[in-house]
């Protein structure tokens, strides 16, 4: 799920949110934003490490009891795996969860260009939702999780539709549309300057890729 929005500075907020599934990235990239922050690992290490990049071990201890959010991220190695026992066998030991964001990765890889590396940064909800509310939450999977971080969202003062499109969406998205909020806030972050990366000087990939998350 995407939401988009405009910022205006003289208000103070967002306006004309907009929330929607999109079936592929390409669609995603071809909307008129100027930042585009995504859930999803992007650059990538080109083999099998235990634990991942430096920026989701750094991850996972802010996070602390949340930190299971942060999965190791598959390899560049493992673009070309067709099946989890495959990856097993060849030793790169990353979850269920990281291998079936594969898909996904694949693409974003395919159509990645020097041209979106000005405007195109990972971030994480989690980390998004723990900063605002400078504490453990609990987990988001659970009602009370749930509605502490739409709290968290309204009590920014920055989004206009947030109410609107929680009370619209079916309860299957309710998770996605939180977490499609989280990364507007951080595409704003980032384009005032305001966001935080982990780690401070983030290395890149052997594709220009900054080994990084933003929030």
Not at 2 to 25: H, I, M, Q, W, Y
Not at 117 to 122: D, G, R
Not at 182 to 201: D, N, T
């Amino acid at each position: 799920m995407v939401v988009t929005g405009c910022f205006d500075p003289l208000r103070g907020k967002f306006s004309g949110e907009k929330a929607r599934v999109f079936e592929n990235l390409e669609d995603v990239f071809r909307l008129p934003a100027l930042i585009f922050a995504i859930d999803l690992p992007l650059g990538l290490p080109e083999k099998f490490s235990p634990g991942g990049r430096e920026c989701d071990r750094l991850a996972r201890k802010l996070l602390g009891p949340r930190r299971a959010s942060i999965f190791t991220p598959p390899p560049r190695e493992a673009l070309s795996s067709i099946s989890y026992q495959e990856l097993r066998e060849r030793g790169i030991k990353i979850s269920r969860q990281s291998f079936n964001l594969l898909l996904r990765i694949r693409e974003f890889q395919r159509i990645w260009k020097p041209a979106l590396a000005e405007k195109v940064f990972e971030t994480h909800p989690e980390l998004l939702f723990k900063l605002l509310s400078g504490e453990d939450l609990p987990s988001k999977h659970r009602l009370e999780g749930m509605q502490k971080r739409l709290e968290l969202l309204k009590k920014t003062g920055l989004l206009t539709d947030l109410e609107t499109h929680w009370k619209n969406f079916p309860a299957t998205l309710k998770k996605d549309l939180l977490d499609a909020y989280a990364c507007l806030l951080v595409a704003k972050r980032i384009f005032k300057g305001e966001a935080r990366v982990l780690p401070e000087s983030p290395p890149k990939d052997l594709r220009g890729i900054p080994l990084a998350i933003w929030f």
